[in-house]
């Protein structure tokens, strides 16, 4: 387990600062709650995935695992503000989008999952609407929203708050002397809460110590996940390989352009004695120097050797030129997906799909929802259409 200081730091002579953010914050979600800001309910499923702080929690995987959950039952939608795209308004993702057009991770999951919609647009009540009256997408059942905790204007009928293990959110602080975006006490606002990137070998009482300290109301749920890694994937064309493939004397420079890669750089040292990490920002757009410091880096290191990326990177690496040969063919992918723990991966698939179930537009499956309609009923224009939700 890394240490967790290596995580959470902040910065006491910043607190200052930290107040006059927190009172904007603050100001901000009492007109929520007063209702002079408007907070909007929509007549379709719309779950929220997101957090409180700044910076990766894991976001994407979790988006990732609903979508599997969903899209063999229903139509989904993923909807993002597409962070760092070069557009502007609704932007709807097909099979020649690029990372400018909408992003890095929405153009993760449209090519990962070609058939559901993933839609970008910073307006999410505007994207909403724009998803459930278009006539190439009005057959959506169920809305996604990536990282919307804090997007207010939207009132989702599940709202998911991600806590990263490594930054519990009772251990941090308000911008700029901390990662916070707002108080912890912002997380009242979530049905779920899951404490993201845990260590598999948690015991019973480190449960138990999290589950107090989060301090959930009796209406939340708390779940806890972890990362898991698949097989290694060429970027550009070749054979696949398994984490277990890396000999013990192989050198890996570790290619990463997220918020948070030293839960990477942890979980690859059972396999890998050799790491030597080449960091950027997240999110980071390549140019001419990153691209000559890569070659450099990777040339300079002796062999055996290997570069290892993650699939949101590799978005943004496998359309770039100025790769030398050497590197091209020594990249690899490495996808990830999260696992639940404590044996709690029924008890979530069941709240998930029950609201979906319940709540959406077109289900006719909801015993007693609407006796009269036809059994046989079809999709056709406007009329309802069946969702099956078939027993995985």
Not at 232 to 255: N, W
Not at 297 to 309: A, L, R
Request: charged share 25%.
């Amino acid at each position: 387990m890394a240490n967790e200081e290596e995580y959470i730091k902040t910065s006491p002579w910043l607190i200052p600062l930290s107040w006059f953010y927190g009172m904007g914050v603050g100001l901000r979600n009492k007109l929520f709650e007063l209702g002079v800001l408007k907070t909007r309910s929509f007549d379709i499923p719309v779950i929220s995935v997101g957090n409180i702080t700044v910076g990766g929690s894991g976001k994407t995987p979790h988006v990732e695992y609903l979508v599997r959950l969903l899209k063999d039952k229903a139509k989904v939608a993923v909807l993002s503000r597409g962070y760092k795209r070069q557009t502007k308004g609704f932007v709807l993702a097909n099979d020649q989008s690029t990372v400018e057009e909408i992003g890095d991770e929405p153009l993760q999951m449209k090519q990962k999952f070609g058939d559901i919609y993933v839609a970008v647009d910073e307006d999410r009540c505007h994207g909403i609407d724009t998803l459930t009256s278009d006539n190439d997408t009005k057959d959506v059942d169920v809305i996604l929203l990536d990282d919307a905790f804090q997007h207010r204007y939207v009132k989702p009928g599940i709202n998911i708050l991600l806590v990263d293990y490594h930054r519990m959110i009772f251990q941090d602080k308000l911008l700029p002397a901390g990662r916070l975006r707002e108080p912890v006490e912002g997380k009242k606002r979530a049905d779920i809460v899951i404490i993201t990137k845990c260590p598999k070998d948690l015991r019973p009482m480190d449960y138990r110590v999290l589950t107090n300290e989060m301090g959930l109301l009796a209406y939340q749920s708390l779940y806890f996940t972890t990362l898991s890694y698949e097989n290694l994937k060429p970027l550009f064309g070749g054979d696949e390989r398994t984490l277990e493939s890396i000999s013990q004397d192989e050198h890996v420079l570790l290619l990463t352009g997220i918020a948070t890669p030293q839960q990477i750089i942890t979980d690859l040292q059972p396999y890998c004695n050799h790491i030597q990490p080449l960091t950027f920002g997240d999110h980071h757009q390549f140019t001419e120097k990153d691209i000559a410091k890569i070659n450099e880096t990777f040339s300079s290191m002796p062999s055996p050797k290997m570069i290892i990326t993650t699939e949101k990177d590799a978005c943004r690496l496998e359309k770039i030129s100025g790769l030398n040969e050497q590197v091209r063919k020594s990249i690899y992918i490495l996808p990830i997906h999260i696992e639940f723990m404590l044996e709690q991966e029924e008890s979530f698939t069941n709240k998930i799909l029950s609201y979906v179930q319940k709540n959406s537009r077109n289900s006719i499956l909801v015993k007693g929802k609407d006796d009269n309609k036809p059994k046989d009923s079809h999709h056709t224009g406007d009329r309802p259409r069946k969702i099956s939700f078939r027993d995985n």
